[in-house]
């Protein structure tokens, strides 16, 4: 595999794959495992990811590469085989996330930055050593009322320049994840204000890279969609794909190989269904596939419900939406299609 920036990111987003996002922090994986009554242990943890990591025909076929936490990086499978190497020996490529989370904004209330930057050179030498290829980093914006400020939106999107550049001088393809938040409090805004607000994101995000001198072929770009709050939920799956092309189209540059949208809590068939609206009838000139987490994981989740009897059947689930997303990311998906499990 080859190690230009320019061929990982391409690979990250080619051909109807995309990226499993198995990042969850100790705290939301332990919320995720309450969720069916599973204690979160450090061995609990690694039988879940294990179980999906080993679902061969799902990464071989659709997931191009797995964003893990950091503990998922050094961790061994049960039969002492690295996770890395299993992801690997599936052909697909392990990530890292990096960010040490959103923390208050001094002086805006409400208001995070992401941080961790702090050090994150030395972190980035030993995740590549460990076999991370790309990174990412989430910036979090809210919508209430007057907020988000520009003071907030400058202050991620600089953080996130700066992290991209401190990955591409350690030979990994940054991620860069603005999320507008579609479920934060009160999580009631309209559509209309999800796209001015994620254009303003997007368009604050790539002046600040192209001030960094961040190598846009050498990234990738992991937007939320353009959808109305989940409080206040009712624009069609067409006017949310409408809506979120229009918008990327204004701020991307054609330069950027791929995007690769996160889920932010929308229903697994939502997540799926709105991708494959936004890749039907627009000729692009990205790449637009998935970087799912919950939408990705949450049958597989409930389907192996903690249980080592379950494993199979938590492979069978985690397969098919994989399968369904791959299908998406090709403007190919079909509700009729969800049925054939
Ligand atoms: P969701 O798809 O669950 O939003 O997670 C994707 C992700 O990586 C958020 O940072």
């Not at 350690?170 to 579609?182: D, G, Y």
Request: hydrophobic share 40%.
């Amino acid at each position: 595999m080859s190690e230009r920036l320019e061929d990982i990111a391409v690979a990250m987003v080619a051909n109807g794959r995309g990226l499993l996002a198995a990042d969850e922090s100790t705290a939301t994986i332990k919320k995720r495992f309450d969720s069916i009554g599973l204690e979160s242990t450090e061995s609990s943890r690694r039988d879940y990811r294990e179980m999906l990591l080993r679902s061969d025909e799902a990464m071989r076929n659709y997931i191009s590469g797995v964003i893990l936490y950091e503990e998922t990086l050094f961790q061994k499978a049960a039969d002492g085989t690295p996770l890395v190497d299993v992801i690997r020996n599936a052909g697909s490529i392990p990530g890292i996330k990096v960010d040490t989370g959103a923390k208050p904004l001094p002086h805006f209330p409400n208001e995070t930055v992401t941080e961790g930057l702090d050090g994150l050179a030395a972190r980035l030498a030993k995740y590549y050593e460990a076999g991370a290829r790309f990174a990412k980093w989430r910036g979090v914006v809210a919508i209430s009322g007057a907020l988000p400020s520009f003071g907030a939106i400058k202050a991620n999107a600089h953080a996130l320049a700066r992290y991209a550049t401190l990955c591409q001088e350690a030979k990994i393809v940054p991620i860069v994840e603005p999320e507008v938040l579609m479920d934060g409090a009160p999580g009631d805004h309209s559509i209309e204000r999800s796209e001015e607000v994620t254009e303003w994101v997007l368009r604050t995000v790539f002046e600040e890279l192209g001030d960094l001198r961040v190598k846009l072929e050498g990234m990738i770009l992991k937007p939320s969609m353009v959808i109305d709050g989940k409080k206040a939920r009712k624009a069609s799956v067409e006017e949310v794909a409408e809506r979120t092309v229009k918008v990327l189209k204004r701020t991307v540059p054609a330069a950027v190989p791929g995007i690769a949208f996160l889920s932010g809590g929308q229903s697994t068939e939502e997540a799926t269904a709105h991708l494959s609206a936004i890749n039907t009838a627009h000729d692009l000139p990205w790449k637009l596939t998935f970087s799912y987490g919950r939408a990705l994981q949450q049958e597989a989740l409930n389907a192996w419900n903690g249980k080592p009897e379950n494993v199979a059947a938590g492979q069978r689930a985690f397969t098919h939406r994989a399968k369904m997303c791959s299908l998406a990311a090709k403007g190919s998906w079909k509700k009729d299609l969800e049925q054939a499990a």
